[in-house]
């Protein structure tokens, strides 16, 4: 499932449950996506590695920001997360 977390300049922010990978460590993922004239651009990256997983439309440096912008609010997506899945995202 997907939850809200933010949209600044057009760019939305959403996050997943909590997943827990092969080696039973627990991840999130993130996406960013932001609207263009043939749909969207798009970065998906994981919690809390931040290795991009994928990505379209947004170049080296816009990456870096929105990485910088994950990481600075890594801790509340965790709490959100853990608290009621997403019941508290719809609230912020």
């Known amino acids: 499932m997907k939850y809200f977390f933010s949209e ?3 760019i ?3 996050f997943s449950d909590i997943e827990i990978n092969h080696d039973g460590m627990e991840y999130i993922r993130i996406y960013f996506e932001r609207p263009d004239k043939n749909g969207f ?3 998906e990256s994981t ?3 931040l290795k ?3 990505c379209k439309g947004f170049d080296m440096e816009e ?3 929105l990485l910088d ?3 600075t609010n890594a801790f509340l997506i965790w709490e959100i997360a853990r608290e009621d899945g ?3 995202a719809a609230n912020i």
């Open 8 to 10: 600044i300049d057009e």
């Open 12 to 14: 939305t922010l959403t």
């Open 41 to 43: 651009n798009f970065l």
């Open 47 to 49: 919690l809390p590695t």
């Open 52 to 54: 991009v997983k994928a």
């Open 63 to 65: 990456r870096r920001k």
């Open 69 to 71: 912008y994950a990481r």
């Open 86 to 88: 997403g019941a508290l």
